[in-house]
């Protein structure tokens, strides 16, 4: 009995180190064979792997040092992984299927803006790139469940390329992935994912999907973010003329994107401390129209789709500063809200939904109460918006390069108030804008010194003027100019229209009389 043990002892024995010996044998030309194959399916991408190691035992494969990069371009790589590992997943083979489990570790995606938009406008279709086809030539199983831990995604924008976008500590979780196929909107596969959003705001996001779906895979997800610094988008923001400084950003929402359903629900969104400026300039005037433009076009585009859907609850800005930079001007000016709160709420891209309420506060040109408050209906074929505004108490001094710039002169003191009603419905807008100037002080003798004497004649002439038409109980000039008629392109965004009017409603109403260089935009 002792002597039969010992021989299958020594049998086992010998196997191991046949496999063993087999293993250290086979590492190198499994490693190459898997390189070539992955690269036999890529499309303009190729993948390096620095090492194999084939453990016999496990019947477990691990790579290690992989690189993926552009054939065209291959520096820097688009991704590195530090160890890929495969398996047999043992618990699903006694129930009769071979599936393996995969693990990637400290994966690292270095994405440009440039390859972004490529990969955005490659006319191949995703199933035909290859992706799945190199992912399953590390085992020959189908897979079954994967894990990535401690991945890293860094998005550099061409323009400012040493200012990069960054998420990190990223954890993510998928099982059940060669489910059967699927009926549609059936999600059978579990998965998560966490981490680290610009080095401090953390990302959840939870759900279900079918990655075997057609033509691309579907999900069904919760997503949650918390403290996500805005400061750190100003690369991105920076292209479409929006400088950021400051604020968080948290909230959560719903989504399910799929081939016959695309739903988006943002149930909460919070912004705190935001500081914001939209920067209006000569050379990019262009652009901002092609922008604008654009924006429209995919806005009608969401809503025309009887499958798309977007939806928001709940929207919050508070405590924040908004303004807007004209640099095209002579001089330059900045119009602008302090201690802003916005409220948005029930926003819907479905006219069946009703209207959303919308609600803004803070304080103009940092002195000036405001309120302007609306409703907003899901559009048809034109804007349909109800907006009532209030501005009372502004020092106008705070405006003085807005009025050196379109009015050609400017004060010592005096307050501004403004009122304003608008309504567009159905292609058509009726409203007004009421500007109101009281206790306006034009010249001063300390502060015009370096004028010219005409003017001075002319800064004397205003406030003059002024003093004359003001109403002396109330002692104040208030003008009045009516808004009606048809929008000349009902297609264009309800934003653009409403900032189109109420700019071109307050310079002709606040300097009447006064030849002035001024031309809507």
Not at 479 to 488: C, E, F, L, Q
Request: aromatic letters at 8%; proline letters at 5%; glycine letters at 8%.
């Amino acid at each position: 009995m002792t002597n039969r043990l010992m021989k299958v002892l020594a049998g086992v024995a010998l196997l191991l180190l046949l496999l063993l010996i087999a293993a250290l044998f086979v590492d190198e030309p499994l490693r190459g064979y898997i390189e070539g194959k992955m690269n036999r399916s890529l499309k303009g991408y190729r993948v390096h792997i620095g090492a194999l190691d084939f453990h016999p035992l496990g019947a477990s494969v691990d790579l290690h040092e992989i690189r993926l990069e552009r054939v065209d371009e291959p520096n820097p790589p688009v991704a590195t992984i530090a160890r890929w590992s495969a398996s047999v997943h043992w618990k699903a083979l006694l129930s009769g299927r071979l599936v393996n489990d995969q693990e990637i570790e400290r994966p690292k995606f270095h994405i440009t803006r440039t390859l972004a938009r490529q990969e955005t406008g490659n006319d191949l279709p995703v199933k035909e790139r290859g992706w799945q086809d190199a992912v399953e030539s590390v085992y020959p199983f189908k897979i079954n469940q994967i894990r990535i831990t401690d991945g890293e995604i860094l998005y550099l924008d061409d323009a400012k390329p040493d200012q990069p976008l960054r998420a990190r500590r990223m954890y993510l979780y998928a099982s059940n992935i060669r489910n059967v196929q699927s009926g549609d909107q059936a999600y059978p596969s579990k998965f998560s994912l966490e981490g680290l959003l610009f080095e401090s705001g953390k990302i959840r996001l939870d759900g279900r999907a079918d990655f075997l779906a057609e033509p691309y895979t579907a999900v069904k997800a919760e997503l949650t973010v918390d403290g996500i610094p805005l400061g750190a988008l100003v690369p991105v923001t920076a292209r479409y003329n929006v400088q950021l400084s400051g604020g968080t950003m948290s909230g959560e929402g719903a989504m399910e994107y799929g081939p016959s359903v695309k739903v988006i629900n943002l149930k909460r969104l919070t912004i705190n401390g935001l500081h914001l400026d939209y920067v209006h300039a000569a050379h990019t005037q262009r652009a901002e129209a092609a922008r604008a433009k654009a924006t429209v076009e995919t806005a009608q585009s969401i809503n025309a789709k009887e499958d798309a859907f977007v939806r928001v609850d709940h929207i919050s800005i508070l405590g924040s500063e908004l303004g807007f930079v004209n640099q095209a001007a002579k001089p330059e000016y900045r119009v602008y809200l302090t201690e802003a709160d916005l409220t948005l709420e029930r926003y819907s891209s479905q006219l069946r939904d009703g209207p959303s309420s919308f609600v803004v506060t803070g304080k103009f040109m940092g002195s000036g109460d405001t309120q302007i408050s609306g409703t907003i209906r899901p559009p048809k074929d034109s804007p349909d918006l109800e907006l009532k505004l209030k501005i009372a108490g502004t020092q106008v001094r705070s405006m003085n390069n807005l009025l050196r710039a379109h009015g050609k002169f400017d004060v010592v003191g005096g307050f501004f108030s403004c009122y304003s009603e608008l309504t567009l419905d159905d292609g058509s807008i009726r409203g007004y804008v009421k500007p109101l100037v009281r206790k306006l002080k034009v010249y001063d003798p300390t502060q015009d010194r370096e004028k010219s004497g005409l003017e001075k004649v002319r800064e004397g002439a205003i406030e003059d003027l002024s003093n004359l038409l003001e109403n002396m109980p109330r002692d104040e000039v208030a003008t009045k100019a009516n808004i009606s008629g048809d929008v000349d392109r009902p297609h264009t965004e309800t934003v653009q229209i409403v900032i189109g009017l109420i700019q071109n409603a307050f310079f002709k109403a606040i300097l009447p009389g006064f030849e002035r260089e001024f031309g809507s935009k």
